[in-house]
């Protein structure tokens, strides 16, 4: 564990492996107490491992899964593996891709940890103001054959779950900057997308909730590669840069999310102000 003279950075790997170490242990019904006498240690230090506020070293770890009764080789191996890597700051892909499609790490998680939470949406309204009816209409399409009754059912829950960051008393900002062809792409007819900009408008008011959209009009900028997400978490933790592309999923910390981070703030001064942004959305409601 750290000395005084040291200091761990409380990265998003050590943070996700302090959760799941939690969640296993209070699903296998341990105490804080109970772990730590097994480790001859004091509960509060396994309080601080759980918390990322001190790295967990391999052994403990191995010695915890033991503890709690974890023999699946490939959950074992992800954890020890993220006990090892847990100084890291760099691209969650390469070593992670199959356990994030298994929600290794996933939005919502970010999303009710995060301070701010900052998106360019090139393509789609953002997930998090997305109405039922458009959210179920994109998710069809994402599934295409694949689709059930239960599979949607399942995405739309959790789509409409996460929109409970919208909410003031949550204590998140939402700051979105959206290409205008988003608000006139035909995504289920007239009439849904009517409603969908109507929804976008209402969220306007809301004062943790800001919208700008980049004109159609600007040529060149920051956001040609695609849609993108940042996550500014509370100190000490570091800010989280996300980006999806045919290949898969892509996790940045801070400093690797600089890039990120800047081009958000270039398509920011590039945008309509929101109040602007405001009338835009609804001139194009009235179009439809």
Sequence with gaps: ?????????????????????????????????????????????????????????????????????????????????????????DRWDDDYDEIVDASFIDFPWLETRAEQICSFDA??????????????????????????????????????DRQRVLEPDFGVTVSAVIDESVLRRPVGGPALMRGQLKHLGELLRRPNVQVRVLPATVGLHPGLDGSFWLFRMPKPYPEVAYAEHLGGRLFMEAPKSKRYSEAYARLQQMALDPAGSARLIATIAEEL
């Design 123 to 160: 393509m789609l309204m953002p997930g998090l103001m997305q109405t039922p009816e458009y959210a179920e209409a994109v998710i069809r399409n994402a599934e295409g054959k694949r689709a059930t009754p239960f599979s949607v059912a399942k995405w739309m829950q959790l789509r409409l």
């Design 1 to 89: 564990m750290p000395t005084r003279n040291e200091s761990f950075v409380q990265t998003l790997r050590a943070q996700w492996l302090g959760q799941q170490m939690r969640q296993l242990r209070e699903q296998r019904g341990f105490t804080l107490k109970r772990a730590a006498e097994f480790l001859e240690r004091d509960y509060s230090s396994v309080a601080r491992w759980e918390r990322a506020e001190w790295p967990f070293r391999r052994g403990v770890v191995v010695s915890l899964l033991d503890l709690y009764g974890e023999h699946d080789p490939r959950t074992r191996a992800h954890l020890i593996q993220l006990a090892e890597d847990a100084w890291r700051t």
